[in-house]
Nanobody, 128 residues
Framework: VQLVESGGRSVEVGGSLRLSCAAS????????MAWFRQVPGREREGVAG???????YYLDSIKGRFTISRDSAKNTFYLQMNNLKPEDTGMYYC????????????????????????WGPGTQVTVS
């Protein structure tokens, strides 16, 4: 399965974006799909996760502003981002991994495993 993100661009503070992650094939029956972001000089951090039980996981700093979702019929995952802040700037990656990866690490701080088997190339979000 290959992943490709889209939807990143420059946006003003307070604006909204919807990132998409298209999978080239149906995803495994049990999996964890996640969004990560990274800025130069810092480690990649987990932003949001969604498992096949529809349980969601979020970084504390984006709770109430971002929503992760899926459209299984389109093999596509989304990250709706509202009320964007300058600190949301970064390269955003979608990742597909084993089901239990969603329950590995600390989503509140973004310290989530990066052992996901599939990654997209990333899409840049700039908030200013």
């Amino acid at each position: 399965v290959q992943l490709v993100e889209s939807g990143g661009r420059s946006v003003e503070v307070g604006g909204s974006l919807r990132l998409s992650c298209a999978a080239s094939a149906p995803t495994p029956i049990a999996h964890c799909m996640a969004w990560f972001r990274q800025v130069p000089g810092r480690e990649r951090e987990g932003v949001a996760g969604l498992d096949t039980d529809d349980k969601t996981y979020y970084l504390d700093s984006i709770k109430g502003r971002f929503t992760i979702s899926r459209d299984s019929a389109k093999n596509t995952f989304y990250l709706q981002m509202n009320n964007l802040k300058p600190e949301d700037t970064g390269m955003y990656y979608c990742a597909l991994g084993l089901y239990y990866y969603c329950n590995t690490g600390d989503w509140k701080t973004g310290a989530v495993t990066t052992d996901f088997g599939r990654w997209g190339p990333g899409t840049q979000v700039t908030v200013s």
